[in-house]
């Protein structure tokens, strides 16, 4: 993939957050995650998080426009000149336009997105055994990948939480949001020749595989 922003596409619990964060570790691309900037703007009670809360709860998306002032700014870091994989951005047609424009803006090249393909009735598998670091935000899952001391991330030491989000209701809710405004960038990157699908299931290794080669090859 000659592209240096790659947008990973996929519903929620198809395993974005996961692959992003190992691909960024693997590549020395940045990992930016809005979903990641919002939980932190609403634990630091920011102007944006105080904003951004109540849909957050609901299962609802922020208001683009919030999103968009986000990411301009967030691409704008020094960190994000060289490669970027962005999880969780766009989510809505609006979005994706706000970024095509962005990238010609800061003269990079158009993104290229994968999009991780995985059953619906394994998202909600996936999305109820979910922990999250509060510190580091790795992700841990009961039954697929538990931490080595129950509660405690592998990686910093910190704190393991349900996410607030991933209660039964508000994933059910997440997923219909995600099928009606997320959805249709599938045929928006398809139509553009800039989509490759990827096996969402299997083991985070075996993920972490198909993508390395679909980054590499569009
Ligand atoms: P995520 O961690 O990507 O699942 O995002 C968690 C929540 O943050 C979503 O359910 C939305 O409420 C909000 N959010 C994250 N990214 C966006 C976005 N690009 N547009 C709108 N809302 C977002």
Same mark, same amino acid.
């Given at each position: 993939?000659?592209?240096?922003?790659?947008?990973?596409?996929?519903?929620?619990? %198809?395993?974005?957050?996961?692959?992003? %964060?190992?691909?960024?570790?693997?590549?020395?691309? #940045?990992?930016?995650?809005?979903?990641?900037?919002?939980?932190?703007?609403?634990?630091?009670?920011?102007?944006?998080?105080?904003?951004?809360?109540? +849909?957050?709860?609901?299962?609802? =998306? *922020?208001?683009?426009?919030?999103?968009? &002032?986000?990411? %301009? &700014?967030?691409?704008?870091?020094?960190?994000?000149?060289?490669? *970027?994989?962005?999880?969780?951005?766009?989510?809505?047609?609006?979005? %994706?336009?706000?970024?095509?424009?962005?990238?010609?803006?800061?003269? $990079?090249?158009?993104?290229?997105?994968?999009?991780?393909?995985?059953?619906?009735?394994?998202?909600?598998?996936?999305?109820?055994?979910?922990?999250?670091?509060?510190?580091?935000?790795?992700? =841990?899952?009961?039954?697929?990948?538990?931490?080595?001391?129950?509660?405690?991330?592998?990686?910093?030491?910190?704190?393991?939480?349900? $996410?607030?989000?991933?209660?039964? &209701?508000?994933?059910?809710?997440?997923?219909?949001? =995600?099928?009606?405004?997320?959805?249709?960038?599938?045929?928006? +990157? $398809?139509?553009?020749?800039?989509?490759? #699908?990827?096996?969402?299931?299997?083991?985070?290794?075996? *993920?972490?595989?198909?993508?390395?080669?679909?980054?590499?090859?569009?």
């Amino acid at each position: 993939m000659s592209a240096q922003t790659v947008v990973l596409l996929g519903p929620p619990g %198809a395993g974005k957050g996961t692959q992003a %964060a190992a691909l960024a570790r693997a590549t020395g691309w #940045a990992h930016i995650s809005t979903g990641d900037m919002l939980r932190a703007a609403v634990a630091a009670g920011s102007a944006l998080g105080q904003a951004a809360k109540g +849909y957050m709860d609901r299962g609802d =998306y *922020v208001p683009d426009q919030l999103i968009v &002032e986000l990411i %301009a &700014e967030r691409m704008a870091a020094p960190d994000a000149q060289g490669g *970027v994989l962005l999880d969780g951005f766009p989510r809505t047609p609006a979005q %994706a336009d706000m970024l095509d424009e962005l990238l010609i803006r800061l003269g $990079r090249e158009p993104a290229a997105a994968v999009s991780l393909e995985v059953a619906p009735d394994q998202l909600v598998r996936r999305l109820s055994g979910r922990l999250t670091c509060q510190s580091c935000q790795e992700v =841990y899952h009961l039954e697929t990948r538990a931490p080595r001391q129950a509660g405690i991330c592998d990686v910093c030491g910190g704190q393991l939480a349900q $996410r607030s989000d991933d209660q039964p &209701e508000t994933v059910q809710r997440r997923l219909a949001v =995600y099928q009606e405004k997320t959805a249709p960038l599938i045929a928006f +990157y $398809r139509a553009g020749h800039r989509l490759t #699908a990827v096996d969402g299931l299997g083991t985070p290794a075996e *993920v972490a595989g198909r993508l390395k080669e679909a980054i590499a090859w569009s």
